[in-house]
């Protein structure tokens, strides 16, 4: 108790004390407990941010004032984790394991992503795509606890007011939102406030994947009502019972939103998310180049599918030129992919764009986008209208057959739209076609991994955007291929928030495309692998970190002092799930101090920030300093 108070009142550093001596760091280990102790000593355990529960030790739980409050033995983190896993293994569906580790990442933050970075390939499918999905189908139902923000109309003139109630661990900062309209949820389309499990799953990948400190991730949903009539008629649906706002609410209310949260937060990065695309694309064109902002159904959907397309390409062995590709899907991802290709090739092989783009053949729910088709073609899909078919062709097996194309690509949400005459079609147009069958969740994906490898007889190159299982063909397995966002967001994300980059730029976006694609080896492209291994997505995130970072300096968009070694300062300031050591002020203080401030934002109000270098818990404080 004494030893926190010292640490509490001067060691290292009162918050002034930080301004002028920028190397020396407070962190909010040293205020929380203290503040625990003083005014509600047992409120640590109800922080998922400080809560260890069994793992306090005997001096802590003297010092914290929670003697008597936990069973006598101190556990170690591995057995807590170790207990944790048992309990979601014995939970037999989805949705109840979904269930469990919502409750297990409010309980603590430090058992939930240690859990879920050490059995990645169990509980990703869980707290991401396929379970998310029903997760949003089911979120009035199951809802349990207060869990990110939310606007609506009547907020309006009021939400950077209702900005300053977010303070869930007493801490102002917020490094990322992720924000929805819950218009365009997965492929399972206008789930209205219901979407909020997505922002809330995606964040947790940017904590568990790239290393956001999980108390500076905020998940929004903005409520523009929804035209679900089922929802509207829901007992249990949360949101606001109207049908979504016209243009002249919309945007206003959207406009507020954005400019509240910069104002508040200057450094903070807005992922966009599941924007149906009558909004998505003027949104991210309105506010690419004036905030730290992407859309990742654009432009995270098609970096990483892009980085997929040019490793199947190796794996194809044609020619670049003679490839063939039709997209079933022509909105936000459809679209967005098709653009990233593009950059792809001009950066790796110096294709033009105008050439890149003859290779796509686009079809969405009218049939094959043709310059003729005589409809009203949104300006999005206009670059991809074909100049040379005139005929119409609605139905994609005689888009298939009179393409001829060497891949299709679904972004469609349309399930079993690759059926077996398709993928067989495929199989007598080209050695190794290349079937990337990516709409989420499962039960929206256009084709099975087990249908695409049985047809092809194994010849296919497959991608989903769900996970499938292994499957077997004679004596071999196949381990398909996850072609998701998730392997590039949280990287992106985490690089151009870490340089402090100005926005989000397309040779941001082009570089790590290139990354994730050349981060996969020859062995494993031998072995149809056209992604690196899940497993890895910390060292994936890191590099993709670093690529985006140089990219940012070089086209002048970094904020921050070039560090000498950039993957090393990313390694550093990626958050770890360990335990703070709640201590006297002697052990603190050796834990907290700053090695080497080699990352220094140049400009006022972040100029006073220290961006940690340790990683860790330690958070960016000018605001916990009372400061800007
Ligand atoms: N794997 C991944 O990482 C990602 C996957 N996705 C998935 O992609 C899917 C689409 O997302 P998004 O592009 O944002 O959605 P959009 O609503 O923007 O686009 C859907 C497209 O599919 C077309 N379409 C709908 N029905 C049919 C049909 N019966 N036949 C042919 N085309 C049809 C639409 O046609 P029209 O334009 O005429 O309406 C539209 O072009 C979703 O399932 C989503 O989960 C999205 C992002 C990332
Ligand atoms: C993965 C994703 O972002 C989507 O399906 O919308
Ligand atoms: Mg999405």
Redesign the pocket.
């Known amino acids: 108790m004494a030893g926190l108070a010292a640490a509490e009142n001067g060691i290292p550093g009162t918050p002034d004390d930080h301004y002028t001596k920028p190397r020396t760091v407070r962190t909010i280990s040293l205020h929380r407990p203290s503040h625990y102790v003083n005014e509600d000593p047992s409120g640590i355990l109800f922080n998922r941010h400080f809560n260890k529960g069994t793992a306090f030790s005997i001096d802590e739980r003297e010092h914290l004032h929670l003697t008597g409050l936990l069973p006598g033995k101190t556990e170690s983190i591995e057995l807590q984790v170790r207990r944790c896993y048992r309990q979601f293994r014995n939970f037999q569906s989805p949705m109840a394991k979904y269930i469990y580790l919502s409750s297990l990442r409010e309980r603590s933050d430090t058992l939930f992503y240690n859990l879920v970075l050490q059995n990645l390939k169990e509980t990703l499918p869980i707290i991401y795509t396929p379970t998310v999905g029903q997760a949003c189908l089911e979120f009035g139902l199951n809802y349990r606890a207060a869990e990110g923000m939310y606007f609506d109309r009547d907020l309006r003139g009021r939400i950077r007011e209702a900005l300053d109630n977010w303070k869930p661990n007493m801490l102002d900062e917020v490094s990322i939102i992720v924000v929805t309209d819950g218009s ?1 949820i ?2 399972l389309g206008d789930l209205g406030t219901c979407g909020m499990g997505i922002p809330i799953g995606k964040l947790s990948l940017y904590v568990a994947a790239a290393g956001f400190h999980p108390a500076t991730t905020l998940p929004v949903v903005i409520d523009t009502g929804t035209n679900n009539e089922a929802l509207l008629k829901d007992d249990f649906y949360l949101g606001c019972r109207h049908e979504r706002l016209a243009n002249e609410e919309y945007y206003p209310l959207v406009d507020e939103f954005l400019m509240a949260c910069v104002n508040k937060w200057p450094n903070v990065l807005i992922q966009f998310e599941d924007f ?2 009558d909004h ?1 694309f003027d949104l991210l064109e309105k506010y690419r180049h004036k905030i730290l902002c992407f859309n990742d ?1 654009i432009q995270g ?1 098609g970096a ?1 599918i892009a980085a997929g397309f040019l490793n199947a390409m190796k794996l194809c062995k044609l020619p670049i030129a003679s490839h063939r590709i039709v997209f ?7 679209i967005g992919v098709a653009d990233q290709i593009c950059a792809l090739l001009k950066l790796k092989h110096d294709i033009p764009v105008e050439q890149a783009r003859k290779m796509f053949y686009m ?4 049939g094959l986008i043709t310059a003729t088709r005589g409809d009203n073609l ?1 300006s999005f899909k206009k670059p991809y209208a074909r100049h040379d078919i005139t005929d119409s062709v609605k139905d994609l097996l005689d888009v298939v057959k009179k393409v001829l194309p060497t891949g299709i690509i679904g ?4 399930a079993n ?1 690759f059926n077996d005459e398709i993928i067989d079609q495929m199989c007598q147009i080209t050695e190794r076609p290349i079937i990337f069958p ?3 969740p499962t039960k ?1 994906s256009e084709c099975t991994a087990e249908q695409a490898f049985r047809i092809s007889q194994s010849k296919c190159i497959f991608a989903s ?1 769900s996970p499938f299982p292994p499957v077997t063909v004679g004596e071999t397995v196949f381990h398909p291929s996850q ?3 998730m392997y590039i967001f949280p990287g992106l994300g985490f690089g151009a928030w870490l340089c402090r980059s100005k926005e989000v730029s397309d040779g941001m976006i082009a570089v790590a495309a290139a990354s994730l694609a050349d981060q996969v080896s020859q062995d494993e492209l031998d072995r149809g692998q056209i992604y690196p291994p899940l497993e890895n997505i910390r060292d994936i995130s890191a590099k993709i970190a670093t690529a985006v970072i140089e990219q940012a300096f070089a086209e002048g968009h970094a904020r921050i002092q070039r560090p000498k070694d950039i993957l090393t300062t990313v390694q550093k300031n990626m958050y770890q799930p360990s335990y703070l050591d709640y201590q006297p002020a002697v052990s603190l203080d050796g834990r907290i101090r700053l090695g080497s401030a080699d990352v220094r934002d140049m400009h006022s109000p972040i100029d006073e920030a220290e961006i940690n270098t340790q990683g860790n818990h330690h958070l960016g404080r000018q605001r916990l300093a009372g400061g800007a």
Not at 328 to 334: C, D, K, P, R
């Open positions: 365009r997965l492929g149906s695309n998505a159904d959907t990483v079933l899907g022509a909105g936000a991802a459809g079809v969405d729910s009218k949104a972004l469609s949400g349309q739209a990516l709409s989420n929206n955007g072609g998701n966002n």
